[in-house]
DNA sequence: CTGTTAGCGCGTTCAG
DNA sequence: CTGAACGCGCTAACAG
């Protein structure tokens, strides 16, 4: 019913192969029978079936993009920016470029690494040209394994891979051929914002540093710890695993986690100055707990994030917080994924981090 | 290179059109084939080709989601909701169901009206199961009717189209034959939140409300603004066109927007008393200038953002708006592109806002 | 229940 | 520079 190629050709008056060609531009024609198909093409508001130009020439227009979840602004601002580099300028007024762009694939797996390796498949299914896979990798399990080989495949059979805040995966180093320059890492300094962010919470004053953590498997969370840790441990302050326990809690990259987790801190240590979280959003839900239970911030105990979300600068009060360039590092990855930009030396890129200093921490108060 | 079909038929001693038919599940096979089948799938890691089913079945695992930015909450909140419902379990540890779930391609199109009709070229070309088109409509040029003419094209195609947030185009409302059926709107009432957030502060006893507009050729724009006035006039406060006008500003629905009618608003009238914003993020921006200027909120001045995205409850105050409920928009959205829920009446279903007061709104000052 | 035969719509040889 | 022929990998009739 939809009108195809040969309706295109039997208007113009030429061969199906003929139109294909000055469609794609990519072979010699005369000026004058261009001319005469386009005409058909516009007449019949002819559209490219795409499933047939994928299975004809081996190619695809989709790029998948993983995230948690792209209500979540860290992953909603990775995936724009990602979806911004690939498209080609289809996103621009000026119209339709030859066909460069592509589209974006988004895939919500909540964490859940069974639903990484189902989209991996889903993504293979349609034989994506690239995947772009973003946030934290989950560690521990087999599951790295699993993905490792899903990646392998896909770099393989030529699509290219780049892991956008997620370490880089060792056993897609030494692939055969090419395939191992498909697959990329932009990463982020995760340890060393969340050491400097500690670091400044120490030269404040603060001995007593309560640090609501991500779930323990994720590489986010262990880099996060790691870093705080050992900023500890360079001021002296490390003290035994069971005390650094006692003042860290885990829980959900989410506002009730925070809230929750701020008052289990209260609970087991009162003489707490400072909370660092996981994330800004984690923060927030410390603040609010914070604020219930009668604290003032920073006055009677300071609390920090990370990431530097939008949403930061605008709470009460003002977030400290570690600056991740979120847009930065998701249009890189676009870019990569895209192969319109040269790989980094050893396929691996770290972008920096950066302490942002505002209202929400200050010094202890004398009598703390 | 990549396993066929015929590669998996060939080791498990059969037709291809046997294993197409397990692994569609659609036709009697015997049990003892079957397994068979399965085993040459696992052994050979065999992924159908998605591009050649589609061509094949006349198919697409695609749904298209149209929005401004992902990046920004309303929209993300928005497309994730939809893809949740959409993925049929693929997020789900569970495992891949028989194939139920699509794919989400998610667009930004930054509010530009080109950019939409790029995109949906784009989806047209990869034969989309449905599309997804959320946020205010743009007005007044041609635009609207070039969009209706290719909605109307996809519809009659057998693409399903939802419009999410954004009102009903009148144009596809008597499409021949199941194309009516198939073009279904989710709309919010962006008037009547607006009509009671105005009558919030209207009780409160203010009587000079400025007024930050978004774009004015935005249908969102203008429903909530016909709501703000709807209410002044109900209060017999209405006053010459260009006294409304005096106390209306247009800018994006960005913060800066916000911070810059802000202040331009105080310049027109310094003694406002309220100042409503297009949406909450527009909302910190007017709350971020204000106290710039040295004014207290609520105390020497009210301020009302719109949508109740996540940030506003940990906002500085808590911003009272009106909330949008949008994953719940979102979700059925998605089951109405999927087909898994009847469409509304005539198509359309409005979904209710609701105003939240909270700490940004109170009384004007005696003095004022 | 299973194999055989045709296309789906397009890109790409290979001749002309 | 253009047309004819073949095949991409799979599903859907049609037989058996």
Same mark, same amino acid.
């Given at each position: 019913?939809? +009108?195809? &190629? ?12 003929? +139109? ?26 002819? @559209? %490219? ?35 911004? $580099? ?18 974006? +694939? ?6 859940? =690494? $069974?639903?990484?390796?189902?989209? &991996?498949?889903?993504? $293979? ?5 690239? /995947? %772009?896979?973003?946030?934290?990798? %989950?560690?521990?399990? !087999? ?8 990646? #392998? ?22 692939? =055969? ?9 932009? #990463?982020? *300094?995760n340890r060393g914002g969340a050491q400097r ?14 640090? /609501? ?31 650094? *326990?006692? &003042?860290? +809690?885990? !829980? ?15 609970r087991r240590e009162p003489g707490l100055t ?40 605008? #709470?009460? =009060? ?17 870019? &990569? ?13 770290? @972008? ?6 505002r209202a929400s921490t200050a010094a202890p108060?004398?009598?703390?």
């Amino acid at each position: 019913m939809a +009108v195809t &190629l040969a309706d295109v050709a039997a208007r113009a008056g030429v061969s199906a192969a003929t +139109v294909s060609r000055v469609l794609n531009g990519n072979y010699p024609v005369a000026g004058s029978t261009r001319e005469r198909v386009l005409r058909a093409v516009d007449d019949l508001d002819y @559209v %490219v079936n795409g499933h047939a130009r994928a299975l004809a020439a081996a190619t695809s227009d989709l790029v998948g993009v993983l995230v948690n979840d792209v209500a979540d602004p860290f992953f909603g601002l990775i995936a724009s920016a990602v979806q911004g $580099e690939i498209s080609g300028g289809a996103d621009q007024p000026s119209g339709l470029p030859a066909g460069a762009g592509k589209l974006a +694939v988004v895939c919500n797996t909540g964490g859940s =690494p $069974e639903a990484e390796l189902n989209y &991996l498949t889903l993504l $293979e299914r349609q034989r994506a040209a690239g /995947v %772009v896979l973003t946030g934290g990798a %989950v560690e521990g399990t !087999g599951h790295s394994t699993a993905v490792a080989g899903r990646l #392998a495949r896909l770099a393989a059979s030529g699509t290219r891979i780049v892991l956008c805040g997620r370490p880089p995966v060792p056993e897609l180093a030494d692939l =055969p051929g090419a395939a191992a320059d498909s697959v990329m890492t932009v #990463a982020f *300094d995760n340890r060393g914002g969340a050491q400097r962010l500690t670091e400044h919470l120490l030269a404040l004053g603060h001995r007593t540093i309560g640090y /609501v953590a991500g779930p323990a498997e994720r590489s986010t969370t262990r880099h996060r710890l790691e870093g705080h840790r050992a900023a500890l441990a360079e001021a002296g302050l490390a003290g035994s695993p069971a005390e650094l *326990d006692r &003042l860290t +809690v885990h !829980g959900y990259y989410d506002r009730s986690s925070g809230y929750d987790a701020a008052l289990e801190l209260l609970r087991r240590e009162p003489g707490l100055t400072a909370v660092v979280a996981a994330n800004d959003t984690v923060a927030l839900g410390v603040c609010a707990a914070l604020r219930e239970r009668g604290l003032r911030i920073p006055e009677d105990i300071s609390v920090a994030g990370f990431d530097d979300l939008p949403f930061s600068v605008d #709470a009460a =009060p003002a977030l400290t917080t570690v600056r991740i360039p979120l847009q930065e590092a998701g249009a890189r990855a676009g870019r &990569l994924v895209m192969g319109r930009q040269a790989p980094p030396p050893g396929g691996l890129a770290t @972008v920096r981090t950066e302490l942002m200093v505002r209202a929400s921490t200050a010094a202890p108060r004398k009598g703390a």
